[in-house]
C-alpha cells in the first residue's frame, strides 16, 4: 500500500540525514525540531552516564548497529561474532575507538562511522557555521589522510591545496603514526595559529604552511542577469538559515524568466532542508520516496499544495561532485517540471544516515535507509544523467561552463516568447 507524507510531517518527524562524503564534514539536524528532541531525550536518557568504561562503549556501538543499520544482513555476516570479540583488549578509549572502527569497517559501508567527542562536536560547530580551520576537510582510513575537499577562500585553497591530496605530515609529525583528532587538532586550532602541512600529490612531496582562520561557509548566493535570468549557486545544503535564505532568493527572483541552480560541488546537507527547497518550488508533487529499516513499504513524501514559486524553465548545472541532498533537489525538480539537468553525471549517493548521541559525548553515523526519486530511478553509485553534458571543469573567475548555459538560457527564453 502507498503511504504519502506531506513534506511538514516528515521535517517535523524524520530523523534520517545525509552525509557528505567526508566524516569530517558530517551535518546534524535542526534543534527546533520538537520530534528530533523527543528522540534525542530518548538516546540522552539510555545513555545517562555520559562517561562510561571503553568496553561498555564499544558494546553500546554494537548493540545500536545491529538495531539500527539499514542491511539486515550485517553485509552478510555474523554480527554477533563481534560482541565480545575485542573485550579484553580494550583498556583505553583509544583502544575502543580502533575497535570500534574496525567492527563498523566490516559492513563495507563509508557513510557508517563512528564519531568521538572531538568529531562530534565539530559537526555541530560545522552546522552553527561557528568554526575556524584552514580549509580542508579530510578522512583518516588507516595510515592515510586524504583530502576530501578544499572549502572556497580558505588558507588551503589560496595555498593550492586539492581534493586527493594525501597528508603525510603535520608540524612535523608523521601522520601515519597520528589518530584522526591529532591530525585536526592543529588544523582546526585558534584563529590566527600557523600549522606546515606536507601533503603528497602523485608523485610530488609539497610542504606548505596554513593560517588557521575563522571559516564563512558560503551557502548560497544568486545575481538576475541583464537578460532577466536568475542565477542561484548553492554551494551546500546546510544550516540553520538555509531555508530562510533559499526562500528569499527564491522571491527575489521570481520575476525572472529563467532559473538556472548551480549545485556544482555541492556535497549536500540537511534531508530536511532539500524537501523544504523543493516543497517551496513545487506543488502537491512528489519530491522523493524513503526506504527505511522496518518498514515494508516505501514512505513518500510530497510537496504540500502551498508554494508561491512562479512556474518558469529552469537549469541545473551539476558534476561528479553533486551529491546526497543536492542530488534529490536536482532530481525532484527534473522528474516534477521537467527541469534541464547540465553538466555531468552526479556522485550517486541515495543512502540515508541517522546520528544517534552516544555516551562520553560521542555519535555513531549509521546507514538506515535509502531514497528514491519520484521517476523510481534508483541512482545509488550511478548518479543522475544530465540531459545536456557538459565537462564542468573548474569555477575559476572566466566559468565558461555559466556562459554556456546563460547562452542555453537566453535561447530558451527567446523560444518560448
Do not use: C
Request: hydrophobic share 40%.
Amino acid at each position: 500500500m502507498k503511504k504519502d507524507i506531506n513534506v511538514k510531517q516528515i521535517i517535523i518527524n524524520s530523523v534520517i540525514l545525509f552525509v557528505v562524503i567526508s566524516v569530517a564534514v558530517i551535518f546534524i539536524y535542526d534543534d527546533s525540531n520538537q520530534n528530533i528532541n523527543k528522540i534525542m531525550k530518548k538516546w540522552q536518557k539510555i545513555n545517562a552516564k555520559q562517561v562510561i568504561a571503553p568496553s561498555r562503549l564499544y558494546i553500546n556501538v554494537w548493540r545500536t548497529a545491529k538495531n539500527e543499520y539499514a542491511d539486515k544482513t550485517m553485509n552478510g555476516q555474523n554480527w554477533q561474532r563481534w560482541h565480545y570479540r575485542y573485550i579484553r583488549h580494550i583498556k583505553t578509549f583509544e583502544d575502543a575507538n580502533v575497535a570500534i572502527d574496525t567492527m563498523l569497517v566490516s559492513l563495507n559501508d563509508k557513510y557508517t562511522k563512528f564519531l568521538p567527542a572531538f568529531a562530534y562536536t565539530k559537526q555541530k560547530e560545522i552546522l552553527d557555521s561557528k568554526i575556524t580551520g584552514t580549509g580542508i576537510i579530510f578522512d583518516k582510513t588507516g595510515d592515510k589522510a586524504v583530502i576530501n575537499h578544499v572549502l572556497d577562500n580558505t588558507s588551503a585553497q589560496k595555498n593550492n591545496i586539492m581534493p586527493g591530496d594525501v597528508i603525510i605530515g603535520i608540524n612535523g609529525k608523521e601522520v601515519s603514526k597520528l589518530t584522526e583528532e591529532e591530525i585536526a587538532q592543529p588544523l582546526e586550532s585558534a584563529q590566527g595559529q600557523e600549522v606546515e602541512i606536507t601533503i603528497q600529490r602523485d608523485n610530488k612531496i609539497i610542504t606548505k604552511k596554513l593560517e588557521v582562520t575563522s571559516l564563512k561557509i558560503k551557502t548560497m548566493e544568486y545575481e538576475i542577469t541583464k537578460s532577466n535570468i536568475g542565477i542561484i549557486t548553492l554551494a551546500n545544503i546546510m544550516g540553520e538559515s538555509a531555508i530562510n535564505d533559499f526562500i528569499k532568493i527564491i522571491n527575489a527572483t521570481n520575476n525572472t524568466d529563467l532559473l538556472i541552480i548551480d549545485l556544482r560541488n555541492n556535497y549536500g546537507g540537511i534531508l530536511s532542508n532539500a524537501l523544504e527547497m523543493a516543497n517551496y518550488m513545487l506543488d502537491n508533487e512528489e519530491i522523493v520516496s524513503l526506504n527505511l529499516k522496518g518498514k515494508s513499504n516505501n514512505i513518500h513524501i510530497m510537496a504540500a499544495n502551498e508554494n508561491k514559486f512562479r512556474k518558469k524553465p529552469i537549469i541545473i548545472i551539476v558534476n561528479k561532485n553533486t551529491a546526497s541532498a543536492a542530488e534529490i533537489l536536482a532530481g525532484s525538480l527534473k522528474d516534477n517540471i521537467q527541469a534541464i539537468i547540465v553538466g555531468e553525471n552526479t556522485f550517486g549517493k541515495n543512502s540515508l544516515q541517522q546520528v544517534i548521541p552516544l555516551n562520553n559525548k560521542s555519535a555513531l553515523i549509521i546507514t538506515s535507509g535509502k531514497y528514491i526519486l519520484p521517476s523510481g530511478q534508483d541512482i545509488n553509485n550511478v548518479g543522475i544523467t544530465p540531459d545536456i553534458y557538459m565537462e564542468t571543469g573548474s569555477m575559476d573567475s572566466e566559468d565558461k561552463i555559466m556562459k554556456k548555459v546563460i547562452q542555453l538560457a537566453q535561447r530558451i527564453v527567446k523560444k518560448n516568447k
